[in-house]
């Protein structure tokens, strides 16, 4: 047993669970649906799923897909729910132990069908690797470090005889580790071994789950928004200090345990976070119902909300990097003509608010009499100080307004001051209707490109 800081906490809630069994029908499959989704959501998610969670939740509750999503990604989400429930049957079947076929049918399943993909070999060159699934690994693999370090997992012919041993040393430690810490450990050997040429982190954590389910606990959910702490618990394991995942591990089983007890009293098991999903779920539910054309008050909506909900979190993205530049300047262009320059950063956001003073008037526009179809925001960052002669840059965000829709583009121009050469990118552009609307995790989405874009920019100035 680990000696942990959480073990103790652990302990005790799931006492007080098992104090407060069974649940009420209703109770327990609004926590079954809660877990459900955070657990196919989350895992998924860590391995670049591209899904929302309200995209989850309309596909796993109601076989509904929506927005952009992909086939693979689509796939891949109903496949890794049918695998939980698999974990979860096989659980249940106390006199059927944990075996190499059953981990190799979880890789099978999630993956759906054999592949190819993009693969780097040991010293770190391109390549392409097919991807046999349900199969243990026929080639080596690996990951590149955040410091340019090759960490090289087990070899193909180390496998087979290492996950068999890994089996041997769950079933003489099945009854002497808590089942989070052997659950735990079980997890983290496995990834060690990294047996397959795709899903390993997924089976680790459906694995994981299958023991803590095994012994009535409610699984463990590794959160998307929490990767750089579950991957530098892995690394302090990587070093020796196994200690430092277990314990990581407790913490989520604590979340988890904590909110089972909530359903098991008849509270309310939704996070404020969880409100925000549902509202977006809720928009993507209501507002795909009718053509809806532009009109002066949907031309409002749509600028106030371009406004409000993505270009403010993006020029505050952008202003973390003033200090790059010896001078800043934002501006506001409706059909062209320039209406307001303010003086300084997110000045633009309230002052574009504070000007929508009625439903008709925009900027000192009367929108009825005079039709708005294009907005711009502009973003100037004058001479890049680590650059080696002048160079400025702009970030755009263009809203053009038409019919039945409306385009969104954000762009990024680099400047060069000697030559007046203008390096003009694409960032994103999206053609919507007016019933559609940016969802947060899209804005995150939008604001991180242009972040990076300008990290780039100036890093190779």
Same mark, same amino acid.
């Given at each position: 047993?680990?000696?942990?800081?959480?073990?103790?906490?652990?302990?005790?809630?799931?006492?007080?669970?098992? !104090?407060?069994?069974?649940?009420?029908?209703?109770?327990?499959?609004?926590?079954?649906?809660?877990?459900?989704? &955070?657990?196919?959501?989350?895992?998924?998610?860590?391995?670049?799923?591209?899904?929302?969670?309200?995209?989850?939740?309309?596909?796993?509750?109601?076989?509904? *897909?929506?927005?952009?999503? !992909?086939?693979?990604?689509?796939?891949?989400?109903?496949?890794?729910?049918?695998?939980?429930?698999?974990?979860?049957?096989?659980?249940?079947?106390? &006199?059927?132990?944990?075996?190499?076929?059953?981990?190799?049918?979880?890789?099978?399943?999630?993956?759906?069908?054999?592949?190819?993909?993009?693969?780097?070999?040991?010293?770190?060159?391109?390549? /392409?690797? &097919?991807?046999?699934?349900?199969?243990?690994?026929?080639?080596?693999?690996?990951?590149?470090?955040?410091?340019?370090?090759?960490?090289?997992?087990?070899?193909?012919?180390?496998?087979?005889? #290492?996950?068999?041993?890994?089996?041997?040393?769950?079933?003489?430690?099945?009854? !002497?580790?808590?089942?989070?810490?052997?659950?735990?450990?079980?997890?983290? /050997?496995?990834?060690?071994?990294?047996?397959?040429?795709?899903?390993?982190? /997924?089976?680790?954590?459906?694995?994981?789950?299958?023991? %803590?389910?095994?012994?009535?606990?409610?699984?463990?959910?590794?959160?998307?928004?929490?990767?750089?702490?579950?991957?530098?618990?892995?690394?302090?394991?990587?070093?020796?200090?196994?200690?430092?995942?277990?314990?990581?591990?407790?913490?989520?089983?604590?979340? !988890?345990?904590?909110?089972?007890?909530?359903?098991?009293?008849?509270?309310?098991?939704?996070?404020?976070?969880?409100?925000?999903?549902?509202? &977006?779920?809720?928009?993507?539910?209501? #507002?795909?119902?009718?053509?809806?054309?532009?009109?002066?008050?949907?031309?409002?909506?749509?600028?106030?909300?371009?406004?409000?909900?993505?270009?403010?979190?993006?020029?505050?993205?952008?202003?973390?990097?003033?200090?790059?530049?010896?001078?800043?300047?934002?501006?506001?262009?409706?059909?062209?003509?320039?209406?307001?320059?303010?003086?300084?950063?997110?000045?633009?956001?309230?002052?574009?608010?504070?000007?929508?003073?009625? /439903?008709?008037?925009? %900027?000192?526009?009367?929108?009825?009499?005079?039709?708005?179809?294009?907005?711009?925001?502009?973003?100037?960052?004058? *001479?890049?100080?680590?650059?080696?002669?002048?160079?400025?840059?702009?970030?755009?965000?263009? #809203?053009?307004?038409?019919?039945?829709?409306?385009?969104?583009?954000?762009?990024?121009?680099?400047?060069?001051?000697?030559?007046?050469?203008?390096?003009?990118?694409?960032?994103?552009?999206?053609?919507?209707?007016?019933?559609?609307?940016?969802?947060?995790?899209?804005?995150?989405?939008?604001?991180?490109?242009?972040?990076?874009? %300008?990290?780039?920019?100036?890093?190779?100035?």
């Amino acid at each position: 047993m680990y000696n942990t800081r959480t073990a103790e906490v652990v302990t005790k809630l799931k006492v007080e669970l098992d !104090s407060l069994l069974p649940f009420k029908p209703e109770d327990e499959k609004r926590l079954r649906r809660k877990l459900r989704l &955070e657990f196919n959501y989350n895992s998924n998610h860590l391995e670049g799923n591209t899904l929302t969670y309200g995209q989850t939740q309309l596909l796993l509750l109601y076989d509904k *897909s929506s927005g952009d999503a !992909s086939v693979s990604d689509i796939e891949e989400m109903k496949a890794h729910d049918f695998a939980l429930t698999q974990v979860e049957a096989m659980a249940k079947e106390s &006199e059927r132990p944990l075996t190499e076929t059953f981990i190799k049918e979880l890789n099978q399943t999630i993956l759906v069908r054999p592949f190819w993909k993009d693969a780097v070999t040991y010293d770190g060159q391109p390549a /392409r690797k &097919e991807v046999k699934i349900g199969q243990y690994k026929t080639s080596p693999n690996s990951v590149v470090l955040k410091n340019g370090e090759i960490h090289a997992y087990a070899t193909p012919e180390e496998t087979p005889a #290492l996950m068999g041993d890994l089996l041997k040393w769950y079933n003489e430690s099945k009854n !002497s580790l808590p089942p989070v810490q052997l659950a735990a450990e079980f997890h983290y /050997r496995l990834v060690c071994i990294h047996p397959f040429d795709d899903g390993n982190g /997924r089976v680790a954590r459906l694995v994981m789950n299958y023991i %803590l389910f095994s012994h009535s606990y409610p699984p463990v959910v590794i959160k998307s928004d929490d990767k750089e702490s579950y991957l530098t618990a892995l690394q302090k394991a990587d070093t020796g200090n196994v200690q430092a995942l277990i314990e990581y591990v407790e913490q989520q089983a604590i979340w !988890s345990l904590e909110l089972s007890i909530r359903a098991a009293k008849g509270e309310d098991v939704e996070e404020l976070g969880d409100v925000d999903k549902e509202i &977006e779920i809720l928009k993507r539910e209501k #507002l795909t119902k009718a053509t809806i054309y532009k009109t002066p008050s949907v031309a409002y909506d749509v600028v106030n909300h371009i406004n409000n909900d993505l270009w403010r979190p993006l020029a505050k993205a952008i202003g973390k990097f003033d200090d790059f530049f010896v001078e800043t300047k934002q501006e506001i262009f409706i059909n062209k003509k320039l209406v307001e320059e303010p003086q300084g950063p997110g000045v633009i956001a309230v002052s574009l608010a504070a000007m929508f003073n009625t /439903r008709s008037l925009l %900027l000192g526009h009367d929108m009825k009499g005079a039709e708005v179809f294009e907005v711009e925001w502009k973003n100037e960052m004058y *001479s890049l100080k680590t650059a080696n002669h002048k160079q400025d840059v702009e970030v755009l965000c263009m #809203l053009m307004l038409y019919d039945a829709s409306y385009t969104v583009a954000v762009e990024a121009m680099l400047v060069d001051g000697d030559t007046l050469m203008k390096n003009a990118a694409t960032l994103y552009r999206m053609d919507r209707e007016y019933k559609s609307f940016f969802m947060s995790d899209e804005v995150e989405g939008i604001v991180k490109l242009v972040s990076k874009h %300008l990290l780039e920019v100036i890093r190779h100035a």
